[in-house]
Antibody, heavy 122, light 108 residues
Framework: QVQLVESGGGVVQPGGSLRLSCAAS????????MHWVRQAPGKGLEWVAF????????DYADSVKGRFTISRDNSKNTLYLQMNSLTAEDTAVYYC???????????????WGQGTLVTVSS | EIVLTQSPGTLSLSPGERATLSCRAS???????LAWYQQKPGQAPRLLIY???TRATGIPDRFSGSGSGTDFTLTISRLEPEDFAVYYC?????????FGPGTKVDIK
């Protein structure tokens, strides 16, 4: 069965960096577009970034552009999110999610991880 | 960027009642690339509906979606106790893949 397991969250000071990982299993990871979505405490969902199945194309929400970098290692079935210059507004649960289709045409997110909490605080 | 607005913010209903949730987009959503997700406290979101009206795998038929262009609706025909949750719409036709602010369905 499909599993997405995030890790790497924790407490970090403002201005600091953190790298999140998402270990995927139960499907052909290298065939799917992957996403990061975050949710601040008590708030709604915010899409953060996506990466094509081969890593050739990436895009970001304006709120993280220039600070966050999404990447993937298809040999390790793992998705990453490198987060730099963190501020309190980045405090959230970060979820990885997979597209529902293998092709690059638009697709809803059919599986989500359980999330990892990032807290930016001094 | 496509902005999604959901109404109402909170819907207070009893089990067995019908729930009608609305999602409105600031511009037309291409090819009905509109999804609905359910989220319960402490859990990840779960995909309910994609393509505006297609139920995801394993989703009961009491959930239905409709709409096109800028106006979409999620209907729960008869609320079960496990349906009380927050529901989000999302457009995935163009980046950024925006979500609505959510509608909370709680027990009256």
């Amino acid at each position: 069965q499909v599993q997405l397991v995030e890790s790497g969250g924790g407490v970090v000071q403002p201005g600091g960096s953190l790298r999140l990982s998402c270990a995927a299993s139960g499907f052909t990871f290298s065939s799917y577009v992957m996403h990061w979505v975050r949710q601040a405490p008590g708030k709604g969902l915010e899409w953060v970034a996506f990466i094509l199945y081969d890593g050739s194309t990436k895009d970001y929400a304006d709120s993280v552009k220039g600070r966050f970098t999404i990447s993937r290692d298809n040999s390790k079935n793992t998705l990453y999110l490198q987060m730099n210059s963190l501020t309190a507004e980045d405090t959230a649960v970060y979820y990885c999610a997979k597209n529902g289709k293998t092709v690059t045409s638009p697709s809803a997110f059919d599986y989500w991880g359980q999330g990892t909490l990032v807290t930016v605080s001094s | 960027e496509i902005v999604l607005t959901q109404s109402p913010g909170t819907l207070s209903l009893s089990p067995g009642e019908r729930a009608t949730l609305s999602c409105r987009a600031s511009q037309s959503v291409a090819s009905t690339y509109l999804a609905w997700y359910q989220q319960k406290p402490g859990q990840a979101p779960r995909l309910l509906i994609y393509g505006a009206s297609t139920r995801a795998t394993g989703i009961p038929d009491r959930f239905s979606g409709s709409g096109s262009g800028t106006d979409f609706t999620l209907t729960i025909s008869r609320l079960e106790p496990e349906d009380f949750a927050v529901y989000y719409c999302q457009q995935y036709g163009s980046s950024p893949f925006t979500f609505g602010p959510g509608t909370k369905v709680d027990i009256k």
